[in-house]
């Protein structure tokens, strides 16, 4: 299958799967958020996701994928502690601040750096019809926003600390998607660096600290339904990090970069049907904007 995806790499044929990749990938990091956020501890919820795909990828890393090149080692060094960071920003700001609220901000900072950094890191530029297409889409992700802030009722008092804490995590989606494209890039097999990425990140960052803050809590929440939610979110990251990572080496990485912000679309809908949280026709008209925004970068192309 390795053999398969590197030889569609630049072909027409590349471009297609890369770009129905980062939708798939657009959904289920909304699903993957939404997981996180929900009536578990943000921390206990993210440790127990990264444990479970940790053990996972254990055997796939060891036993099945080429071992790394020695040259993949100081990138792995690298990619663990861009993810660390972001991922204790982005439980700071899902503590402090409405999902529906939080969650555009972030993936509408993303794209925006993720795109600067593509030019710089592979050469990659977008013409004036995609440069619209962004401007659409990034005014339909932080009107989402602006719109969410404004009716939001829940988390007044810690949501402006909240969006700083979702801009500086946005600055990182962008950091991640760059540099894991190309950490990707950098060796023969693309599972090598996603088998052993899910390996080291899994067991050795939030996983730890989940596990110590579950054990000192007073009133500990049941083993059963947080695991259960840990197997859950294992599943979508597998699939949903996997996806954009090979996207980003089959195609541009700007390009999958914008398209994967779609997910604010997909967490709206989330937020409102599985969180109970209040939607309307401004902020379907938004979503819609988002969703125009991306075709515009796409036909553009």
């Not at 993949?72 to 609220?101: D, E, S």
């Not at 989606?173 to 950490?183: I, K, Q």
């Not at 088998?195 to 809590?217: C, E, H, K, Q, T």
Request: charged content about 15%.
């Amino acid at each position: 299958m390795s053999d398969w995806l590197i030889g569609l790499e630049g072909t027409s044929a590349g471009h297609d799967l890369a770009l129905a990749l980062a939708l798939l990938a657009a959904l289920l990091h909304a699903i993957f958020g939404a997981l996180q956020k929900g009536r578990h501890d943000p921390w206990l919820s993210r440790g127990s996701i990264d444990l479970c795909y940790g053990l996972i990828a254990a055997p796939f890393a060891l036993f099945v994928v080429p071992w790394p090149e020695p040259h993949m080692w100081p990138i792995f060094a690298g990619a663990w502690a861009i993810h660390l960071v972001y991922k204790i920003l982005q439980g700071m700001t899902y503590v402090r601040g409405a999902y529906t609220v939080v969650y555009p901000v972030v993936r509408g900072t993303g794209p925006l750096f993720a795109v600067i950094g593509a030019y710089f890191v592979f050469g990659e530029f977008f013409n004036a019809i995609q440069l619209t297409g962004i401007a659409v889409l990034l005014s339909g992700i932080f009107g989402l926003a602006a719109y969410n802030l404004r009716h939001v009722t829940v988390d007044r008092d810690t949501l402006k600390m909240a969006l700083v804490l979702a801009v500086m995590t946005g600055m990182f989606v962008a950091l991640y998607t760059t540099y894991d494209a190309y950490g990707i890039r950098a060796t023969a097999d693309p599972f090598t660096f996603l088998m052993w990425f899910f390996f080291l990140d899994g067991l050795f960052s939030i996983a730890p600290y989940g596990i110590v803050r579950w054990a000192r809590m007073a009133d500990r929440p049941d083993l059963g339904p947080l695991l259960q939610r840990g197997l859950l979110g294992a599943g979508v990251a597998f699939f949903s990090f996997g996806s954009i990572m090979m996207a980003t080496r089959l195609d541009n990485v700007g390009e999958a970069a914008v398209l994967r912000e779609t997910s604010t679309v997909f967490a709206a809908l989330i937020g409102w049907l599985l969180l109970g949280e209040r939607t309307g026709p401004r902020r379907v008209a938004l979503m819609a904007l988002i969703a125009v925004g991306a075709v515009i970068v796409e036909m553009g192309g």
